[in-house]
């Protein structure tokens, strides 16, 4: 009877423990970024062992469903707010599904000089929940929010996805030739074909691009400007400011991309007064007016039919190569923007997916002193010489075509 009730208490006690285990692993694999106050300032701590992509889960939305969500171009916390002004600043945040980082990029926004001024677009490739309760939670400026109606989550299994038809990307043409698959005739200029998730970034800048100034309502008499970011972008307090005193140097000029910086590993804080007029335009961060864009739009065909699956770097060839007058840019010497992926489209970092968060956080504290400058100091820099080459995996006909397309009204 003892013996009975001893084995008893012991599977009682195996069975908590095995539930303890179980519970503590959970919360191990659970997503966790928490906004902390800490003497009256807000950050976010980040639990570095969790995974930063959002699992992107098949949310049975439609295309139709998308475009009447674009259609109606709803701005949230305009209660909050002042209506939008013909004069204010956009700043449009291209997002796909790296939540972690777009977390520590709307962090990063609070607290900003002048967001509470601003329209902040954040165009989604993915609809989903997470990724948009991250959106819906922010309070500190008005927002909007659009879904690039052509992506690979809605297009699943055919163009501009993934067709099961579709060619390998290394496969040679003789061998896709005889394959009958569909784009055998169009490999690019090196032997490749399409790869869906790398183009889809090209199309979703197009389109949000086209999107943002001849659809909203609210651009249709627009003069303000317009910041082209990413999800993974890091935007210092004073880069609102810093804007604002570079149109004065340039009297605004439209013919000017004005940027937040270029990447670089070397700060010289002392320096943050300094803004660089360079004789091209650098490959990030783009800032524009509507009068920029409609000379550029007047350049979409060769945009359309350039090799070169780079969105960016497609665009600083065009303004270098093709656009009269030629564009010129403006940007701080000491960035206002740091690119904290480590792990995207071209980044794989060895050392964890928060090693250039870390390296950001330290810079900015360097940089803070030297925040908001009373007056700019100009600083003029020659282009420099950069490979005039193509990156190719954008010769499809498909993509080209559906390219020209998005300059058309989407209904």
């Not at 309760?133 to 690039?148: G, L, N, P, S, T």
């Not at 964890?352 to 810079?363: P, V």
């Not at 900015?364 to 007056?375: A, D, G, M, N």
Request: with cysteine; charged share 25%; aromatic share 14%.
């Amino acid at each position: 009877m003892q013996l009975s009730r001893m084995r008893k208490y012991w599977q009682l006690w195996i069975t908590l423990y095995a539930l303890l285990i179980v519970f503590f692993a959970l919360n191990l694999r659970e997503h966790k970024t928490n906004t902390v106050i800490e003497n009256n300032q807000y950050y976010v701590k980040v639990d570095e062992s969790n995974v930063i992509y959002t699992k992107v889960r098949n949310e049975n939305i439609t295309q139709s469903e998308v475009i009447a969500i674009n259609q109606k171009q709803e701005i949230r916390n305009q209660n909050l707010f002042s209506s939008f002004k013909s004069d204010d600043t956009i700043i449009a945040i291209q997002v796909h599904n790296r939540s972690e980082y777009l977390k520590l990029t709307v962090s990063a926004l609070q607290k900003v000089k002048g967001i509470e001024k601003t329209l902040i677009i954040f165009s989604h490739s993915v609809f989903d929940h997470e990724i948009n309760k991250i959106v819906e939670e922010v309070k500190f400026a008005k927002v909007m929010q659009i879904f690039y109606p052509f992506s690979t989550q809605i297009f699943a299994n055919s163009f501009p996805g993934d067709d099961p038809n579709d060619c390998p990307k290394d496969m040679s043409k003789s061998e896709a030739i005889k394959l009958k698959c569909n784009n055998a005739e169009f490999p690019d200029k090196y032997g490749h074909y399409r790869e869906s998730r790398f183009v889809q970034i090209r199309h979703h800048w197009f389109w949000k691009i086209n999107f943002i100034f001849e659809q909203l309502r609210i651009t249709r008499n627009f003069n303000g400007y317009v910041v082209f970011i990413e999800e993974d972008y890091y935007l210092l307090p004073d880069s609102l400011y810093f804007v604002e005193e570079m149109r004065k140097l340039t009297n605004n000029d439209p013919n000017c991309v004005y940027s937040l910086g270029i990447w670089t590993t070397f700060i010289n804080p002392p320096k943050s007064n300094i803004a660089v007029v360079y004789s091209s335009v650098p490959y990030n961060s783009h800032i524009i007016t509507k009068q920029f864009w409609n000379t550029f739009k007047n350049y979409t065909e060769i945009f359309c039919n350039t090799d070169d699956y780079n969105f960016d770097i497609t665009f600083v060839k065009i303004c270098e190569r093709d656009m009269k007058p030629k564009p010129y840019s403006i940007y701080p010497l000491v960035p206002r923007v740091f690119h904290i992926g480590d792990i995207g489209t071209h980044t794989h970092s060895k050392n964890g997916h928060l090693d250039a968060y870390r390296r950001t956080i330290k810079h900015e504290k360097l940089i803070e002193p030297f925040l908001f400058p009373k007056q700019l100091k100009k600083m003029t820099k020659g282009i420099l010489k950069k490979a005039d080459i193509d990156w190719g995996g954008f010769s499809d006909p498909r993509d080209r075509s559906l390219c020209m397309s998005m300059s058309e009204v989407l209904n």
